[in-house]
């Protein structure tokens, strides 16, 4: 068996320099194992207390996501995985899986401190070591912006959706409007009135149509204004009265208004103005409701692009920060609505001129925004503020929620460290932060206790 092992080991290129007599004792101090395919070799939580060679077949890792596995890596021949010598890895954070037929070498993390005597052997764990940390932590950043676009776009799709529905409603019931207005058209083109009537009619009608469609009564009151309009209508043979009192209450119509009109309109052809009124009204109505649609897509959009800097390039530049921050949290608008929670900003206009990295620093309030979305309650409340002082800009990110335990406060900004369940953070959100907020030359702080928790960067300005 042990020749076995120092052969597999010699077609593994790390170790083709090793000498002889360290890859027999390796082998001793090994145990040689085999695992059948689909068989789970570790699962989440599993403590991690021995370091594997794969010396045939392949294993995979894998998180899982609701119903949901996500493959991390596959574990070839030759590979070198598990607890390596100087890891701090304590425990498995994913699936790990035989694809196939698979036999490794396990070495027990006993036996780990004694490898360090020798020094081909040592050398061949650390660099594996190395590489290790190096394709996890690019891989896990990867993912980490991966989900956070995932959640930005769902958000975005919903935002979208809204007025986009609203518009094609919109332009489905104005279509339906229009072809209803041949029969109306010909009770209008009946109508004998002289120009000082139409003139009349017209600056009423179209006085109310620039105010817009604003009652601001109480549905009670508005109620009631509904009821009267169609019982003033209807006493004077306006058949449809009580389907015009919504649209004619809607534009803060009263019984003044609708005495007026009469007043200069003879009692025959009161019901085709009247209906010609209505028509002017809804048909505004519904070109209002198009137009307001369209200018919120347009505004999500420009809030994308606004946060994506699309048109930037990568050097630094003097920040927009209230136009920066709108549009982050125009982009978490679906998630921080889902919860009620109120996100308000304080940002004075007499800031002086910061400069940086506008798609690094989008990074950076998105973070702290959507963690601090997560952190509160139903309804909560998160504050943006900034100061400037002793020549510094000074942000403050706050939030009412759950807090951060005392006895993690210092650990929260490590790569990897997370308080989320498995395949919902990868505790590089904070690390991020953190890099970024360093490349500017500045610094950031977190005080919190339940119910108040900051988070305070500090920029320097020159």
């Known amino acids: 068996m042990e020749d076995f092992i120092v052969s597999s080991l010699r077609q593994i290129p790390n170790f083709k320099e090793v000498p002889e007599h360290q890859l027999r004792w390796f082998a001793q101090n090994s145990e040689l194992c085999t695992y059948q395919p689909d068989e789970v070799i570790f699962k989440p939580g599993d403590e991690i207390n021995y370091m594997f060679i794969v010396l045939d077949g392949s294993l995979r890792a894998q998180i899982k996501r609701g119903n949901q596995f996500t493959p991390l890596i596959t574990f070839e021949k030759g590979n070198i995985s598990g607890k390596l010598p100087f890891s701090r890895m304590q425990s498995s954070a994913a699936f790990i899986t035989s694809l196939e037929e698979s036999t490794i070498l396990k070495t027990a993390e006993k036996i780990l401190p004694e490898i360090s005597k020798h020094y081909e052997l040592i050398e061949v764990f650390v660099h594996s070591l190395s590489d290790r940390i190096r394709t996890f932590t690019t ?16 958000g975005l799709a919903h935002e979208l959706n809204n007025p986009a529905s609203a518009m094609v409603r919109g332009a489905t019931e104005l279509r339906k409007r229009l072809r209803s207005t041949p029969d109306k058209f010909k009770a209008v083109m009946n109508i004998r009135l002289t120009e000082e009537q139409v003139d009349a009619v017209n600056e009423l ?27 003033w209508m209807e006493d004077r043979g306006v058949d449809q009265g009580f389907e015009y009192a919504e649209t004619f209450a809607e534009y803060c119509f009263n019984i003044d208004d609708l005495e007026f009109v009469s007043s200069h309109v003879e009692d025959e052809y009161l019901p085709a103005v009247l209906g010609w009124v209505e028509d002017v009204l809804t048909t505004e109505k519904m070109v209002e409701e198009i137009e307001d649609s369209a200018t919120r897509i347009s505004d999500l959009v420009s809030s994308v692009k606004t946060y994506s800097h699309m048109d930037r390039g990568s050097d630094k530049e003097v920040v927009d920060l209230r136009k920066m921050l709108k549009s982050t949290i125009t982009m978490l608008n679906h998630k921080s609505k889902q919860k009620k929670v109120e996100i308000s900003m304080d940002i004075p206009d007499t800031l002086p001129e910061f400069c940086g990295f506008v798609s690094e620093l989008n990074q950076v309030w998105t973070n702290l925004i959507d963690n601090a979305i997560d952190a509160v309650d139903e309804s909560g409340e998160i504050k943006i503020e900034a100061l400037s002082k002793n020549g510094d800009l ?16 210092n650990k929260i900004f490590d790569p990897f460290f997370t308080t989320k369940d498995v395949g919902q953070g990868t505790g590089l959100g904070l690390d991020v932060v953190h890099k970024i907020i360093e490349k500017h030359g500045g610094r950031i702080e977190v005080k919190s206790q339940p119910g108040d928790t900051t988070f305070e960067l500090t920029f320097p300005l020159s």
């Not at 891989?139 to 769902?154: P, T, Y």
């Not at 179209?206 to 169609?230: I, P």
């Not at 706050?398 to 406060?409: C, W, Y």
């Open 205 to 231: 009608v179209f006085k109310k149509v620039e105010k817009g469609s604003s009652n601001q009564q109480s549905l009670m009151n508005r109620t009631a204004l509904e009821d009267d309009l169609a019982d």
């Open 139 to 154: 891989q896990q950043q990867q993912n980490e912006k991966m989900v956070a676009l995932g959640k930005l776009s769902a």
């Open 394 to 409: 000074i942000l403050k990110f706050n939030d009412n929620g759950s807090g951060i335990p005392e006895d993690i406060q």
